[in-house]
């Protein structure tokens, strides 16, 4: 199971850097994503990064403030935030992209079959 740490309480404008992990799985070959539920909303697409790292997507929401990478060593794919704002306070969740070394990257989160459990930001004034 993917396991997502790092999520906190964290004043606006500061910063935060999360984690998602699988120990015992490798997805080397997969394309990751990060999506992102606040209270009352639907799930939303914030990053994704191809199997190889060449390639990442954002949503205009965090684009130039959040950063994704990953570490196919460790089994391990991050979420730099930084200039958090409140609106970000949301629960986070890493999760993988249907299929293996994929072109593409998705926003949907129907192209994504593994989920982590989440980690919760928040972002206080």
């Known amino acids: 199971q993917l396991q997502a740490s790092g999520g906190g309480l964290v004043q606006a404008g500061g910063s935060l850097r999360l984690s998602c992990a699988a120990p015992g799985r490798a997805f080397s070959s997969a394309s990751l994503g990060w999506f992102r539920q606040a209270p009352g909303k639907e799930r939303e697409f914030v990053a994704a990064?191809?199997?190889?790292?060449?390639?990442?997507y954002y949503a205009d929401s965090v684009k130039g403030r959040f950063t994704i990478s990953r570490d196919n060593a460790k089994n391990t794919v991050y979420l730099q935030m930084m200039s958090l704002k409140l609106e970000d306070t949301a629960v986070y969740y890493c999760?993988?992209?249907?299929?293996?070394?994929?072109?593409?990257?998705?926003?949907?989160?129907?192209?994504?079959?593994?989920w982590g459990q989440g980690t919760l930001v928040t972002v206080s004034s």
């Open positions: 999760a993988v992209q249907k299929g293996q070394y994929s072109p593409s990257l998705g926003r949907s989160a129907s192209l994504y079959d593994y």
């Open positions: 990064i191809s199997w190889n790292a060449y390639t990442t």
